[in-house]
């Protein structure tokens, strides 16, 4: 028999090869999936990591179909908390959990979080910064000047103050060594006498075992997370007059512009619901924790509002405050209704 014939010409086996492999080369190719680094620091049990990182990987591959995944670093492992400003806009890592006060050596303006007139409670953090909403929006602005693009911002509630001596007045600061975690929580310290000392959530619990620091003011879930009722004996619940923790997950710009319309949105809806979702979770156990830290044995002193403790509080910070209130730029403070 015979070989076919194509348009006259004889279709030898040499031909049928070379049709076979242009057709294959013509043939388009899978793109391979965006592999993006995710890091987290503190505690894998913290509700900010332990009730955001799964969900969001998991909906974000699953949304995009495979063409998004995740490498996770946890617990410290890429990079530490005082280190993600620099790790994220340098692409070191693509995500990482970061406390926006942090930020304050590039963004100095983001310290007005940790500012003890910082104006929302947990709950007016969960309804109100999202994106679109022009607190969200401003910082969010101001991170991108600076290579970074934020995917969510929570509030993991006021700061606790874990102790080896009793801590009800702001006296009883004066001359104390405490752990801060940045540059304005070292500088509000410091206008009430005690001695700063800055370190990060990792450094925290051999600090207070070893005497480097009387004290730590950190969040309460990391608190309890990392064992410090293990080496402290007090705590004082601060309920806000110390200000209070607004965290956050954060990716390279660049890397986020890389991404397509839709990839964008779903990264930034898959974060959204991952951060609501944790946020709902702290709101509602913050108690809860609190209870955990005196059952381990720790001595609660919580710092109720109008009290004459918290009077006391108030005209200690007064000049701080007005001080500090003068630094930030009136766009920001008009957003904050301030």
Not at 74 to 79: K, L, N, R
Request: charged letters at 20%; one cysteine or more; hydrophobic letters at 40%.
């Amino acid at each position: 028999m015979s070989e076919p014939k194509r348009g006259g010409t004889r279709m030898t086996p040499r031909l049928k090869r070379c049709i076979a492999a242009a057709a294959l080369a013509a043939a388009p190719l899978t793109a391979p999936a965006e592999t993006l680094s995710l890091a987290t620091w503190g505690t894998s049990s913290h509700p900010q990591v332990k009730l955001f990182t799964q969900p969001f990987m998991e909906t974000v591959e699953k949304k995009t179909n495979g063409a998004i995944k995740f490498k996770y670093f946890p617990d410290d492992q890429m990079v530490k908390q005082n280190f993600v400003p620099n790790a994220v806009p340098t692409g070191t890592v693509d995500i990482a959990l970061t406390t926006l006060d942090s930020w304050a050596g590039r963004i100095p303006d983001v310290s007005v979080t940790a500012m003890p007139f910082w104006p929302f409670s947990m709950e007016e953090t969960r309804a109100q910064l999202v994106p679109g909403n022009p607190v969200f929006d401003w910082f969010d602005q101001a991170f991108q000047k600076n290579g970074a693009k934020i995917l969510c911002i929570f509030d993991i509630g006021p700061g606790v103050v874990s102790t080896n001596f009793e801590l009800r007045l702001p006296e009883n600061l004066k001359g104390k060594k405490i752990r801060a975690t940045s540059k304005g929580q070292a500088e509000l310290l410091q206008s009430l006498g005690a001695a700063p000392v800055v370190l990060s959530v990792g450094e925290v619990y051999q600090a207070l075992q070893r005497g480097t620091v009387d004290g730590a003011i950190g969040g309460l879930q990391g608190m309890v997370g990392l064992k410090h009722y293990e080496v402290a004996k007090y705590l004082m619940a601060s309920n806000g007059v110390l200000g209070t923790y607004v965290h956050g997950y954060v990716m390279n710009l660049k890397r986020f512009n890389s991404l397509s319309k839709e990839q964008q949105q779903i990264v930034m809806a898959a974060a959204t619901e991952a951060r609501n979702a944790a946020q709902d979770f702290m709101i509602e156990s913050y108690q809860k924790f609190l209870g955990v830290a005196q059952e381990k044995g720790m001595k609660l002193f919580t710092l109720q509002k109008s009290s004459s403790e918290w009077e006391k509080w108030q005209a200690a910070l007064a000049s701080f405050n007005a001080e500090h209130k003068r630094s930030f730029s009136p766009e920001l403070l008009k957003a904050l209704g301030q």
